[in-house]
């Protein structure tokens, strides 16, 4: 058999062979196949002379299939299988109903919509495997430009990143969190200014430099300089060491309920308090543009450019 005849047998020619080796009938294969019976008999015909053996005993009507039949329309089946399999996994990647969505995300994301999108999407999305990866900001920008992350959840805004696509997300605002002992843990009128002599945890300005510039504004219009006396890489971490009697912070409100039994959370009032977080990316894969589409949302404008 050459290779031209091998090229000749298609998968439409496995799948009338398997209709005959299965009825045994030529005149039953042709109606199954919704064909007239001639043409399936020249194609089968034409089969076994490409392959250049017998596949077929024959009388006056189909009696059995030959040993390279049997073997024949074994394989036919197989592939016809595979081929099926294969189209459907390349739609489906097209289609972002399968791959790999690597997310990232601020601390305070978590305390928004985003869990109940992740939620959503991995029941819609049960083939895709989602990697998640909590991370500041810089940290998030990083990964985007050096593809180890498909999708960021961050605080804006960006600078120098004109080659990264902001989608608005979510929205929240900042609190004062202090430990749970502190004197001034009861005041219901607590505000920035009675900390101006409190030591502040704080995490580092390149890696959230629009949140760090926000608070530093803040303390200003309150009248003071903050003193930050440590640092910690993530809002979880930097509410931790609150927690332990480190320090005071102003965190997102959002995250108010995080160890509640250890911090008391006062809200702080005014628009400069408010900040958003976005959807950050560069290249949308099939699979992080179906995230971004489950996530779209009219009123927060998240649909207008997918």
Same mark, same amino acid.
């Given at each position: 058999?050459?290779?031209?005849?091998?090229?000749?047998?298609?998968?439409?020619?496995?799948?009338?062979?398997?209709?005959?080796?299965?009825?045994?009938?030529?005149?039953?294969?042709?109606?199954?196949?919704?064909?007239?019976?001639?043409?399936?008999? @020249?194609?089968?015909?034409?089969?076994?002379?490409?392959?250049?053996?017998?596949?077929?005993?024959?009388?006056?009507?189909?009696?059995?299939?030959?040993?390279?039949?049997?073997?024949?329309?074994?394989?036919?089946?197989?592939?016809?299988?595979?081929?099926?399999?294969?189209?459907? @996994?390349?739609?489906?990647?097209?289609?972002?109903?399968?791959?790999?969505?690597?997310?990232?995300?601020?601390? @305070?994301?978590?305390?928004?919509?985003?869990?109940?999108?992740?939620?959503?999407?991995?029941?819609?999305?049960?083939?895709?495997?989602?990697?998640?990866?909590?991370?500041?900001?810089?940290?998030?920008?990083?990964?985007?430009?050096?593809?180890?992350?498909?999708?960021?959840?961050?605080?804006?805004?960006?600078?120098?990143?004109?080659?990264?696509?902001?989608?608005?997300?979510?929205?929240?605002?900042?609190?004062?969190?202090?430990?749970?002992?502190?004197?001034?843990?009861?005041? @219901?009128?607590?505000?920035?200014?009675?900390?101006?002599?409190?030591?502040?945890?704080?995490?580092?300005?390149?890696?959230?430099?629009?949140?760090?510039?926000?608070?530093?504004?803040?303390?200003?219009?309150?009248?003071?300089?903050?003193?930050?006396?440590?640092?910690?890489?993530?809002?979880?971490?930097?509410?931790?060491?609150?927690?332990?009697?480190?320090?005071?912070?102003?965190?997102?409100?959002?995250?108010?309920?995080?160890?509640?039994?250890?911090?008391?959370?006062?809200?702080?009032?005014?628009?400069?308090?408010?900040?958003?977080?976005?959807?950050?990316?560069?290249?949308?894969?099939?699979?992080?543009?179906?995230?971004?589409?489950?996530?779209?949302?009219?009123?927060?404008?998240?649909?207008?450019?997918?």
């Amino acid at each position: 058999m050459t290779t031209e005849s091998r090229a000749r047998i298609t998968l439409r020619r496995m799948e009338q062979f398997i209709a005959v080796a299965e009825e045994l009938h030529f005149h039953r294969a042709a109606e199954r196949l919704n064909m007239s019976q001639p043409p399936l008999t @020249s194609a089968i015909q034409k089969l076994e002379e490409d392959l250049g053996v017998a596949l077929i005993e024959r009388g006056n009507r189909v009696v059995r299939l030959t040993p390279a039949g049997e073997k024949f329309v074994s394989e036919a089946r197989k592939t016809l299988r595979q081929a099926e399999k294969t189209l459907v @996994s390349t739609v489906d990647v097209a289609e972002g109903r399968t791959g790999l969505l690597r997310l990232g995300y601020v601390g @305070s994301a978590l305390y928004g919509r985003l869990p109940d999108i992740i939620r959503e999407f991995r029941a819609s999305h049960p083939k895709v495997r989602l990697e998640l990866l909590e991370a500041t900001t810089a940290a998030q920008i990083a990964a985007l430009r050096d593809g180890t992350l498909d999708i960021g959840v961050l605080i804006p805004p960006l600078e120098k990143a004109d080659d990264i696509e902001q989608i608005n997300f979510d929205s929240d605002r900042l609190c004062i969190a202090i430990p749970k002992d502190h004197p001034f843990s009861n005041r @219901s009128d607590l505000t920035l200014a009675d900390l101006a002599g409190e030591s502040f945890i704080l995490w580092p300005m390149p890696e959230g430099k629009s949140f760090h510039l926000q608070f530093i504004r803040l303390c200003a219009k309150a009248g003071f300089v903050p003193m930050i006396t440590q640092e910690a890489h993530g809002m979880h971490a930097v509410l931790s060491l609150v927690s332990v009697g480190g320090g005071v912070s102003v965190v997102p409100q959002s995250m108010s309920g995080f160890r509640g039994d250890r911090i008391s959370y006062h809200p702080l009032s005014g628009a400069e308090t408010e900040f958003d977080l976005v959807i950050c990316y560069r290249h949308l894969s099939p699979s992080a543009h179906a995230f971004v589409l489950s996530a779209a949302n009219k009123e927060q404008g998240l649909s207008h450019s997918l």
